[in-house]
């Protein structure tokens, strides 16, 4: 259902901090596939490896590792995650939740938290459909999710 795009620019530990919060969803057959793009670094490709990812050697700013990862996802949602910040432990909730009842709307992923959180401008990630991110353009931008959920007119949705 849902092909996961994390950029490689984090410590491969933080990765494999971010892997170890996505297997839950992988078993359940929420997450289809996690692809990591980026440039290999010593001990990233024996964790991709590892831990069943996919791995596309790209280089470029974030929207290029994000736009190349999206290239090679085959599910019918793409999820892009910002792996230096990692996933609150309810992020499942939410997610299902827009996916059974946001009409096929894009959503970008917000920090949980009161008003405090909402100032923080970074979304951790963006759920699309992968045809609607194809017919829009994909990442662009120095901000790459932020400018693509707008473009699709991306529902907020705290995790």
Do not use: C
Not at 50 to 77: E, N, Q, Y
Not at 108 to 128: E, K, T, Y
């Amino acid at each position: 259902m849902i092909s996961v795009i994390l950029p490689a620019v984090a410590p491969a530990h933080a990765l494999a901090q971010l892997l170890a919060q996505l297997v839950p969803a992988a078993v359940d057959g929420l997450v289809k596939e996690v692809v990591i793009a980026g440039a290999s670094e010593p001990g990233l490709e024996a964790l991709i490896e590892d831990s069943g990812a996919r791995f596309v050697i790209t280089a470029g700013d974030r929207g290029a590792l994000l736009a190349a990862g999206a290239k090679v996802a085959r599910g019918d949602w793409i999820l892009t995650l910002d792996p230096t910040r990692g996933l609150p432990e309810t992020w499942r909730g939410p997610v299902e939740a827009h996916l059974a009842g946001g009409a096929g709307a894009a959503a970008l992923l917000l920090a949980p938290g009161g008003w405090l959180a909402r100032l923080n401008a970074a979304p951790l990630g963006l759920l699309a459909r992968r045809l609607d991110y194809a017919a829009t353009g994909g990442f662009a931008g120095s901000t790459p999710e932020k400018a693509l959920a707008a473009r699709l007119k991306a529902r907020n949705v705290r995790l």
